[in-house]
């Protein structure tokens, strides 16, 4: 039990480093969330920058791997004093980082199928574009949706039982609101940039927490 979750913590503070990676990619990019939507300023973007758009996929959904291995590894810190909570934490973790991965992926081999149309039919890949945009945006917005839930349920086990520092619990509830926040319309910068910044924190945290050890009362 103590291996899975030093494993778990491990892989928690992977997916942090890579989500900072993650966000330099996107702020390299320069795209607001108007902009995505827009496929007049995407085509022309996708076209000309393939290898960041497919490293954006490519770490996106690494992001998401490593962070299902740290939600078990989660799981069986918080499953002793909070059973429940630890396995709602985890089957919502679970669906949330699909989401993001297949967004990731959508993203990317979309987008690139995109940016290879334009080539031949602006027109019509605009109109591709369309399609694919909605789609990501949907999953992004379930992604948020269920990984926003599992960070406030896997809180509500932390600061309600001591299985890691109280702290990183009220860490994980914010991460979790602003996660929520994006799903009901808030599109702002500001709360994207906290979303990251709160859930690289609260990895890396949680994941040198649980590399250490039950916590000695």
Known sequence: ????????????????????VL?????????TNAQFADPGFMVPLLSKNPGTFMGVGIVG????????????????????????RALASLYLAVLGLGAHAADSMVSW??????????AKDAVAAGHAYVAVS??????????????GAALLVAAWAIITTGA???LLGWVAVVAGVLNLVM???????????????FTIIWLVWAGFELRR???MK
Not at 66 to 81: D, H
Not at 109 to 118: E, F, M, P, W
Not at 187 to 197: A, D, K, M, T, W
């Open 213 to 215: 050890g039950p916590m």
């Open 61 to 84: 959904a690494l992001v998401a791997g490593f962070a299902v291995v740290f939600s078990i590894g989660l799981v069986y810190r918080l499953r002793e004093k909070a059973p429940t």
């Open 134 to 147: 909605a789609v990501a945006q949907s999953l992004n917005a379930m992604a948020n949706a269920f990984t």
């Open 23 to 31: 966000f330099f990619l996107f702020m390299s990019l320069r795209i």
């Open 183 to 197: 799903v009901f319309g808030a599109e702002g910068e500001l709360f994207f940039i906290g979303s990251l910044l």
């Open 1 to 20: 039990m103590e291996r899975v979750q030093r494993n778990g913590g491990t892989a928690g503070i992977v997916a942090g480093v890579l989500l900072i």
């Open 164 to 166: 890691l520092r109280p």
């Open 109 to 118: 081999i979309g987008g690139r199928a995109v940016g290879l149309a334009a």
